[in-house]
């Protein structure tokens, strides 16, 4: 699960939600996929993560005019099999 603060948010503007990047690390070729948490949250679970892998993720709030600027990029190791 990957948790966030909210921005600051201008007087007027109404939040829509965030959209959270990741990929793999390690792998150059990965594209960023993308996971979408509505404006009431601050946290999302990402699904279909590789274990044990180290991944990269940023945030990025949206409104009606567009996305805001990315969080600093995170990164953190996925589980291992709990078997």
């Not at 960023?32 to 948490?37: F, G, L, R, V, Y």
């Not at 949250?41 to 409104?63: D, H, P, R």
């Not at 990164?75 to 291992?80: K, P």
């Amino acid at each position: 699960m990957v948790h966030w603060q909210a921005p600051a948010i201008p007087v007027g503007v109404k939040l829509i939600g965030y959209e959270v990047f990741f990929k793999p690390l390690l792998n150059a070729s990965a594209r960023w996929d993308t996971a979408i948490a509505c404006n009431s949250t601050s946290n999302v679970t990402l699904n279909g993560l590789q274990k044990y892998t180290e991944y990269e993720i940023m945030v990025s709030a949206f409104n009606i005019l567009g996305p805001g600027r990315f969080s600093e990029i995170a990164t953190t190791f996925t589980d291992e099999d709990s078997e």
